[in-house]
């Protein structure tokens, strides 16, 4: 039995039918009820919250995943990384007020959900910064005076430019990634390696 981690929601949609066309169907994932996990022809599917598939997958409780890249660069887990499923793409950027100027006297107030990317971002630019961890509505920090930027996911920037905010920099393109623990990539080579190499041709066919 090959165990795959599943994300909850719209990117988990697009990874179920991507996995489908690869040659890897689950029909009973498509039903409406509340089951977690579903078995198919020697896969078991898990869905999971976003976040938590890196989680999975690095203790072993799933062999192989579908992450975004925000997770894996936030939490870097232990996990090998297989694929670029070029799908869920967005950018995690720097952003604020149109008009901001920053003041190099003091430190940037920066209110994200991602601490680690935003460390390391402003670290490599010697640049000291206040974090300021935040687990929702990010945009709302800068307008009312909480932080003077925010490091965030963009998809459109629609929620930005109607918020008077804008993309100040550009810190990396994100992508759903697929991913495995690195012992069942030992152990149960043939099975991911077939698996990835389904997937594969299906991501370049519609690249």
């Not at 089951?35 to 022809?41: A, P, Q």
């Not at 192989?64 to 996990?79: F, H, M, N, S, T």
């Not at 206040?130 to 005076?145: D, M, R, T």
Request: glycine share 8%.
């Amino acid at each position: 039995m090959m165990n795959v981690a599943l994300p909850k929601g719209r990117l988990g949609e697009k990874a179920y039918a991507l996995l489908a066309r690869a040659g890897y169907p689950c029909p009973d994932l498509l039903s409406d009820n509340r089951r977690l996990t579903f078995e198919h022809d020697g896969v078991r599917y898990f869905l999971v919250k976003p976040s938590d598939v890196a989680i999975y997958v690095e203790r072993g409780a799933a062999d192989v995943g579908i992450a975004g890249k925000d997770i894996l660069l936030e939490y870097q887990p232990d996990i090998y990384e297989l694929l670029d499923l070029h799908m869920g793409r967005c950018r995690m950027c720097v952003a604020g007020p149109k008009d901001f100027v920053d003041d190099h006297t003091r430190a940037l107030r920066v209110a994200t959900k991602f601490p680690h990317i935003a460390r390391n971002h402003f670290g490599a630019r010697s640049r000291e910064i206040e974090l300021i961890p935040l687990n929702g509505s990010i945009e709302l920090a800068p307008l009312v005076g909480l932080s003077d930027v925010i490091v965030d996911i963009v998809e459109t920037g629609t929620t930005l430019r109607e918020n008077g905010l804008a993309v100040l920099e550009e810190i990396v393109p994100i992508s759903a990634r697929l991913i495995a623990n690195k012992a069942s990539f030992k152990f149960k080579e043939t099975q991911i390696r077939g698996l990835m190499e389904g997937v594969r041709r299906q991501t370049d066919a519609r690249a």
